[in-house]
């Protein structure tokens, strides 16, 4: 996504949030907040979070920056899902949750939050509608530093843009929002809401083993340990990233985890050592960073081998032995691109199909692929298979708006509103106009049918 078109539009975008004041007359705060009964900010927790006040910025092309951390919008993040309004000059207040104003046995939505910072469900705005934090091709989540990251969808208003490293445009202007809510896994055992000992009590002050909301061991106090409690965890373990796969552009892999029933908490290191590694909550599947370090400063993946090591540990803290996978990664700027590949540049949303690759000779082209219905159309096309290149490499391919159909002679050329016009004209009028026969992508009756 195209975040800003020149240096002056920077300055003048950094510019005017730096001089925004965001006061009650000027923003014409929803009724429900004079409910509240109180606009000062509330305390915040790691279970009940509130939005960074210098990190609290979303972006959208279409309708500017989106702030989460205002004062009357009142936002809070907690274990199940995200409360309060915030603010954009050019569309106005959003609700976060239908218990903002009483309205949910009207219309029932709120940004729910699973616990492990996976956002889903709406956002309303009475000017340009719902707002999707778990759309296809996009969603939103929150890491283990409290940084929102991915994009929410709007129908009428587009990709909305969490953090600038999910572009990769930090290098020009660094935002993104930002909260001290934390992930459960991260928590100490007395205020992450799971039953850690398995006592069926849960967290400070209602575990007995808990002494206070720090405390990392919900384990209950009595007359000793009981047998058995120096024992290793049982049963069989193992770690699995990307389902087996053995190479990947990605460097953040999916890890799937094997333990035993007595498996309460686990320790995830890049590094045979587990220097800097902490336990936490056993989890059977979890998304893994292959450069995460110490003081997250990510240091720069490598092409080649990576490993993750594993331990797992009972309630009584007592380790598995290590077990590993490993997977070759290669720097999605060198991808394999061939014809038929979807490709999406780094810095933008938009999908194309490849066609003719360069080869050292000819012209290679790119589609957009307007709708995500036409994936429907195709039993070949996956999200799954979009590769992620630099922008600059996107930019080698010419972008064709050109179709025919299978057996059909006719030529289309199709605009962004989804309609295709004829192209009624002689072989030599076509050439002539600067068009070429090779950028004529074929489609099937599906796909042409379905542009006005």
């Not at 979303?58 to 309708?63: C, V």
């Not at 705005?125 to 969808?153: H, M």
């Not at 991260?186 to 400070?204: E, H, I, M, W």
């Not at 007995?208 to 120096?230: F, K, M, N, Q, R």
């Amino acid at each position: 996504m195209k975040i800003f078109k020149s240096k002056t539009i920077n300055i003048l975008v950094i510019a005017a949030i730096a001089i925004t004041v965001f006061t009650l007359s000027e923003k014409k705060v929803p009724i429900s907040f004079w409910e509240i009964g109180t606009l000062n900010e509330a305390l915040a927790s790691t279970t009940d979070g509130i939005i960074d006040s210098t990190d609290k910025y979303a972006w959208s092309e279409n309708i500017g920056w989106i702030n989460f951390g205002t004062t009357e919008g009142n936002v809070h993040i907690t274990d199940s899902a995200l409360t309060g309004y915030v603010w954009s000059e050019n569309a106005g207040w959003i609700s976060l949750n239908c218990s903002n104003d009483n309205s949910c046995a009207t219309v029932d939505h709120k940004v729910a939050n699973d616990g492990a910072g996976n956002l889903s469900g709406y956002a309303w705005n009475e000017n340009t509608g719902w707002i999707n934090f778990n759309p296809t091709g996009g969603g939103v989540s929150i890491n283990s530093s409290g940084e929102f990251l991915g994009y929410a969808w709007g129908e009428n208003i587009g990709w909305i843009v969490f953090n600038c490293a999910t572009t990769g445009s930090c290098g020009t202007v660094d935002y993104k929002v930002k909260t001290d809510w934390r992930l459960q896994t991260v928590r100490p055992q007395c205020n992450n809401s799971l039953d850690d000992d398995g006592d069926g009590k849960t967290d400070y002050p209602n575990d007995p083993g808990c002494s206070s909301l720090t405390d990392d061991d919900e384990t209950d106090p009595g007359g000793g340990l009981p047998s058995g409690a120096y024992n290793p965890p049982t049963g069989d373990f193992g770690v699995f990233m990307n389902n087996g796969d053995k190479n990947t552009n990605n460097g953040t892999v999916t890890l799937k985890l094997y333990a035993g029933s007595d498996t309460k908490r686990m320790a995830i290191s890049n590094t045979e050592d587990f220097e800097y590694a902490s336990q936490v909550a056993y989890q059977e599947e979890i998304e893994w960073d292959l450069s995460s370090s110490r003081d997250e400063a990510l240091p720069r993946l490598y092409d080649g081998e990576h490993t993750v090591y594993v331990k797992f540990y009972t309630q009584y803290g007592v380790a598995s032995e290590v077990v590993s996978d490993s997977i070759i990664y290669t720097n999605k700027s060198n991808p394999n691109i061939s014809n038929g590949s979807l490709i999406r540049a780094n810095d933008d949303y938009k999908v194309y199909i490849i066609k003719n690759p360069s080869t050292g000779s000819g012209q290679a082209y790119k589609r957009h692929i307007l709708d995500g219905k036409i994936f429907d159309f195709y039993g070949h096309l996956n999200w799954d298979a979009i590769q992620e290149v630099d922008s600059s490499k996107a930019n080698n391919y010419q972008e064709s708006f050109l179709i025919r159909a299978i057996n059909d002679y006719k030529v289309y050329e199709i605009d962004d509103n989804k309609t295709k016009h004829w192209l009624n004209i002689t072989a030599e009028e076509f050439i002539n106009s600067g068009r070429r026969w090779d950028e004529i992508y074929v489609v099937n009756e599906r796909e042409l049918e379905f542009y006005r």
